[in-house]
């Protein structure tokens, strides 16, 4: 039998708010941390003096004005796809299928572009594209909602599945369109007519910056201010309390992952008919299952998904820098962000919850 | 038709890997941890066995391996690093209480990321002259099977032509079953999972609990990732080749409704389900119909997800505190 109780060295008691000004401290603090663990990875693999891995960063992101440009047009669709998904996580709704939604959307628009690339007028053509990008995003994410309104089926691994449907679906067109026989890909779509390619404002670039900027503006005030995203609140705070004020939630969650799904679809759109003008099954670059943690990171706020967004491009555009100086792996940068997510995941704890250290004298 | 005598080991060679990453994401979740990173702990699990045996072949070439220390290099290194995945990830869910399946996804972004770089890099850190990652004289240690195998006609093609590490999941399995069930380790562990709560009142360590269910539940899912490299893929690393098996095992962990004796016959399943492809005949001008063939295991899976929920029978329920985070002062 014990006969002296000891006290634990330390306890953990949950703060009851954090200033944001404090939050955003510890915050910066974690990036600091993860960017300092980073640099010693860096410099232990590739054995490159640590000042000359940040400028490598640097110059991979913004070392010319195009660089700049592309940096710019990566993070807005990765904000677009975050975004996207946001009102689903704000209503506890774990749609990973943020990839399958993009992918379908983006085979929606490049069909158009080939059935239709050189029977309409332009603006038709893009408008229908752009239609049925949002529509079959939209289909893609309403189908796992559906079974989770009616029958309760978890939907992070029914999300999953509609992935590697979508992917298979266009693996199926890519050889059924394929251009030439036999290549197994499509190519660039109508590259001597142009039909379908997005139109450009300014320069290609500044258009897909332009609509994400708009959305973001869009999903603030849809969340903040409009009846919908407060139900959508409501149900992801607790579903009783939902069903208690009356909020049909099935309605809902379906209602709710059209519009995510259908802004998966946009994403998608943007990306065959804005940049790459072509489909392929790694179209989305796995920047769905990025986009979830995009949202998470900005705790499902849309202005500062802005920030976590561009941090996650440029390391990544960075990361891509130092692994082709180097004659590196690409995959360097999935190291580099997955090190970032995890000082970030872990510094949540540190705003969420307080540690208490045994005073001497035994009384805490 | 299907040459079930070919057919069937094939099916079991794919079903290996799902196997090990199915038992070993139940015993995780057992513990009311939905670990979303087994996909990356899988891959970790794979690079770190190829790290290990690619410096024990570079250690002894010419010279003659020792056939002991060939098969345990590779497998303590996977241990080791699936091991280190692990901790990390109860550090940051279960110490830190963060997000499960925030952290999931992070540690596989991560794992997939440092298997696919270490096996494109691997030779070029090393500063050796070899052209690819072929450790065909490791996989022969890992793919030697039974002697008698080849004497026993379609019996011993069956059953008998694996590798150590195929049996090794069978049994892992069935021992897991038996040790969830039966022992009681098995029911501590399991009220952990459905009510962190009130196993706390009983006595019970929570937190040792769900670190100890995470950490060996990526083990075991490690072993499967080296399977596929050391015995399936005979030894050779190519990135990507792993695929979503990973994200596979997770979903059987539902089709199996947790109970890893149906995982065994759910995998092999899956298994044929995966190469079922390759044996319906498309013709050669309708390439593009095998590209819908590959879908049936994932249509499988949705079907199966929804007819379990639909039938919502309360035995094959999900642990009732699986993702969620335990905080003591909360209760």
Not at chain 1, 270 to 281: D, E, Q, R
Not at chain 2, 293 to 305: N, Q, R, S
């Amino acid at each position: 039998m014990k006969t002296k109780k000891s006290e634990p060295l330390f306890h953990i008691v949950k703060r009851k708010s954090m200033p944001i000004k404090y939050q955003m401290l510890v915050r910066l603090l974690a990036i600091v941390a993860a960017l300092i663990v980073c640099a010693v990875v860096t410099v232990i693999t590739t054995k490159m003096n640590p000042f000359a891995v940040f400028s490598a960063v640097f110059s991979g992101a913004f070392g010319s004005t195009r660089k700049v440009w592309i940096t710019l047009q990566d993070t807005a669709i990765l904000l677009i796809i975050a975004l996207a998904l946001t009102p689903a996580f704000k209503m506890k709704f774990w749609n990973i299928g943020g990839e399958g939604q993009v992918l379908i959307g983006g085979l929606g628009a490049a069909a158009c572009m080939i059935v239709f690339g050189d029977k309409l007028p332009d603006p038709v053509l893009i408008l229908i594209m752009l239609l049925s990008a949002v529509g079959l995003g939209a289909l893609w994410g309403a189908i796992p909602a559906i079974f989770k309104a009616i029958w309760n089926t978890n939907e992070t691994l029914s999300t999953l599945m509609m992935n590697y449907i979508a992917i298979q679906i266009v693996a199926f067109f890519t050889i059924f369109w394929e251009v030439p026989k036999g290549s197994g890909k499509i190519g660039i779509i109508n590259q001597n007519t142009n039909a379908g390619w997005l139109f450009s404002v300014g320069n290609k670039y500044l258009l897909i910056i332009i609509i994400a900027i708009l959305v973001t503006v869009g999903m603030y005030v849809y969340l903040k201010f409009t009846k919908h995203g407060y139900e959508i609140s409501v149900v992801g705070e607790s579903e009783m309390t939902a069903r208690y004020a009356g909020i049909r939630s099935g309605l809902v969650i379906i209602r709710t992952m059209i519009i995510s799904g259908g802004l998966c679809g946009l994403a998608g759109f943007l990306l065959v008919s804005g940049i790459h003008h072509t489909i392929t099954t790694t179209v989305a670059g796995g920047q769905g299952f990025t986009a979830v943690m995009v949202s998470w990171l900005a705790q499902f706020n849309p202005f500062a998904m802005m920030g976590a967004s561009l941090l996650i491009i440029l390391l990544g555009h960075g990361a891509s820098e130092i692994s082709t100086s180097c004659g590196l792996n690409q995959s360097f940068g999935d190291i580099i962000t997955g090190i970032i997510l995890f000082f970030i995941i872990g510094c949540e704890f540190f705003i969420r919850y307080r540690v208490v250290f045994r005073k001497k004298g035994g009384k805490a | 038709m299907i040459d079930l005598v070919a057919f069937i080991p094939r099916a079991i060679g794919q079903s290996v890997p799902l196997l090990y990453g199915c038992t070993g994401e139940i015993i995780t979740e057992k513990s009311g941890n939905l670990n979303l990173g087994i996909p990356g702990v899988m891959y970790v699990g794979g690079i770190c066995g190829v790290i290990g045996a690619f410096a024990y072949e570079q250690a002894t070439r010419g010279g003659q391996m020792v056939g002991f220390l060939a098969i345990m290099i590779p497998i303590l290194c996977s241990l080791l690093g699936s091991l280190l995945m692990g901790l990390l990830y109860c550090f940051l869910t279960v110490t830190l209480r963060a997000n499960q399946n925030v952290t999931g996804l992070a540690m596989t972004t991560f794992g997939v990321g440092f298997g696919n770089f270490f096996g494109g890099s691997l030779i070029k850190l090393s500063g050796s002259d070899v052209p690819t990652i072929a450790l065909s004289r490791t996989s022969a240690y890992f793919s030697c099977s039974l002697p008698f195998a080849d004497h026993l006609g379609w019996f011993g093609k069956i059953f008998l032509s694996y590798g150590f590490l195929a049996y090794i999941a069978f049994i892992l399995a069935i021992y897991a079953g038996f040790a969830l069930k039966k022992t009681r380790t098995g029911l501590h562990l399991r009220a952990v999972g459905e009510n962190p709560g009130t196993a706390d009142a009983a006595g019970i360590n929570v937190t040792a609990y769900k670190y100890m269910a995470t950490c060996i539940g990526c083990m075991v899912a490690g072993l499967g990732g080296l399977y596929y490299v050391m015995d399936y893929a005979s030894g050779i690393w190519s990135n990507d080749a792993f695929g979503d098996r990973g994200w596979l095992a997770i979903a059987l962990v539902i089709f199996c409704i947790w109970k890893p004796g149906i995982g065994i016959i759910a995998s092999i399943l899956f298994g044929g389900l995966y190469i079922i492809y390759l044996y319906i005949p498309a013709g050669m001008d309708h390439m593009e119909l095998k590209e819908l063939y590959k879908m049936i295991p994932y249509v499988v899976t949705l079907i199966v997800l929804v007819v379990t929920s639909m039938r919502n029978k309360r035995d094959s329920q999900p642990p009732a505190s699986l993702g969620l985070p335990y905080f003591r002062e909360e209760r």
